[in-house]
């Protein structure tokens, strides 16, 4: 069994000499933001697949931020491009996010997006500006499938017969699905009624589309 606190305090020191924040390690690891801070400043136990998570944003192994070796290098001193060739994996488009779920081969995009996060299942593409400035419309989305998300996470839901992106905002008595776009409207969902709502999938948002998140009045909200 290992000690919560040290493999925080592990990870932490690893943020401090690589120079990034916990924000960075969020985007890169696809965790929830209570995921990693209530790990980081309550000392909560992680699941392994966290911590696998973890250790790929932060280039170290498990062994290290569990306190089974004080190298935190993984071994790839002989990496070649072979090697590159096998993170690099390519995700299959499968359509635009209002007809998802694809109802015939038809209406599937053929074609391929190449992404390292291993995480992400399919892609499907923006056909609306609901999401801009962050996500421009025709962009492609990778989607990592997920049947619940944290507040303040960007997501593919099924909402009032239609599938859209939006930000999920968690209320006492009301779900809201946001979009960055206020010419859009947001989906108000009672507590009692989430019936009417299916999460999709959350949104790995690309470096690009992470930047102009950073710059948006919706960052940290």
Do not use: W
């Not at 305090?9 to 890169?28: H, P, T, V, Y």
């Not at 170290?60 to 290098?73: F, K, M």
């Not at 990496?79 to 599937?108: M, Q, Y």
């Amino acid at each position: 069994m290992y000690e919560s606190a040290k493999v925080a305090e592990r990870i932490n020191k690893i943020l401090k000499e690589k120079n990034l924040q916990q924000k960075d390690m969020l985007a890169s690891s696809g965790l929830s933001k209570n995921t990693i801070s209530s790990m980081l400043s309550r000392g909560s136990m992680v699941k392994a697949d966290n911590l696998a998570k973890i250790a790929d944003s932060l280039s170290c192994s498990v062994d290290y931020l569990l306190g089974r070796t004080e190298n935190p290098e993984i071994n790839h001193t002989l990496k070649t491009a072979a090697d590159t060739k096998e993170v690099l994996r390519n995700i299959p488009v499968i359509g635009s996010v209002s007809k998802f779920p694809v109802s015939c081969a038809d209406d599937a995009v053929p074609g391929f997006v190449s992404s390292y996060n291993r995480l992400v299942a399919y892609v499907l593409f923006a056909d609306d500006g609901s999401m801009e400035p962050v996500i421009k419309n025709q962009e492609f989305l990778e989607i990592i499938p997920h049947t619940d998300l944290d507040s303040g996470e960007i997501g593919i839901f099924m909402a009032d017969g239609k599938t859209v992106c939006r930000m999920i905002k968690l209320y006492v008595n009301r779900i809201e699905l946001i979009p960055f776009n206020p010419d859009y409207s947001s989906y108000l969902i009672a507590r009692d009624a989430t019936a009417d709502l299916r999460v999709v999938g959350k949104v790995s948002l690309n470096a690009i589309q992470y930047v102009r998140l950073k710059s948006s009045p919706f960052f940290h909200k």
